[in-house]
């Protein structure tokens, strides 16, 4: 071990060690920098204003209540090391000082990010980095996202239904960080946009009115109860449906 340590600098201890061949150099520091939006060891140098910010939404955040305008992305072509400080060309590994500046990198994006866990890919289709696991999702062409693999032949599709603002709180869905739901009528929001909707009693799509949830467990409970409800005698006797050719008792079943 070389070289002065501060106490509680980790990345000088780290540099030493990997200079000691102890951690892999392009670890060092992994986890420990960014803003609240990513883990990462750069930060971009916004090509709009030529200013620079720790991630695009810290840009679009810091310009909303001035100069509004936002980042894009792609567009990024300098990134400064956070270990090193160096200014240099957006690629993966720090030119001066040799780290990754994010685990995750996608050159297309131009997006660095450190936690992995989140399973991010670059969807082609999409033209943008999403996370949750490739394995675990699919392009819908029609709808134009990036569908969980549980909805593939298995959803109504609204073109471009994701390239439209929440109907609830008006963020643009496509690239937005939250989670998003599909209702049954192929419309999307935000998944706590939803959540906060069922939780006021609200089953409906805001943009068609149809049942946004599917209440096939619900009716069936109501089901059961008129069949455990026994009639007022005066309601027990049979009518004769000519459509249909025969009889049924009058207990009319709900409405789906
Ligand atoms: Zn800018
Ligand atoms: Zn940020
Ligand atoms: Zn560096
Ligand atoms: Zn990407
Ligand atoms: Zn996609
Ligand atoms: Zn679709
Ligand atoms: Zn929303
Ligand atoms: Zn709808």
């Not at 619900?218 to 309601?235: F, S």
Request: hydrophobic content about 30%.
């Amino acid at each position: 071990m070389g070289g002065a340590q501060f106490p509680g600098d980790n990345d000088v201890a780290e540099v030493d060690a990997a200079r000691d061949g102890e951690v892999d150099r392009r670890d060092v520091g992994k986890m420990k920098h960014g803003c609240e939006h990513y883990r990462r060891r750069c930060k971009i140098v916004a090509p709009c204003c030529n200013q620079v910010f720790p991630c695009r939404h810290c840009h679009n955040e810091a310009t909303a209540s001035g100069d509004r305008h936002t980042i894009c992305r792609q567009d990024v072509e300098k990134v400064v090391c956070l270990l090193c400080e160096t200014k240099q060309p957006v690629s993966q590994v720090c030119i001066s000082c040799g780290v990754n500046m994010g685990e995750y990198f996608c050159d297309i994006c131009k997006f660095y990010d450190d936690d992995t866990d989140k399973g991010q890919y670059h969807c082609i289709d999409c033209g943008i980095c999403r996370v949750g696991g490739k394995e675990n999702f699919f392009h819908c062409v029609k709808c134009g996202s990036c569908y969980s693999v549980i909805l593939r032949d298995n959803h109504q599709c609204v073109e471009n239904s994701m390239r439209q603002n929440c109907p609830i709180c008006y963020e643009y869905l496509f690239d937005s960080l939250q989670g998003t739901r599909v209702l049954n009528c192929g419309h999307t929001m935000h998944l706590t946009c939803f959540e906060e909707m069922v939780a006021h009693n609200k089953y409906t799509c805001p943009i068609c009115s149809k049942t946004a949830l599917d209440l096939t467990h619900h009716w069936e409970m109501l089901d059961q109860e008129i069949e455990a409800t026994i009639m007022p005698l005066v309601y027990r006797y049979k009518v004769f449906f000519p459509v249909f050719g025969c009889f049924a008792t009058i207990a009319t079943r709900s409405q789906r």
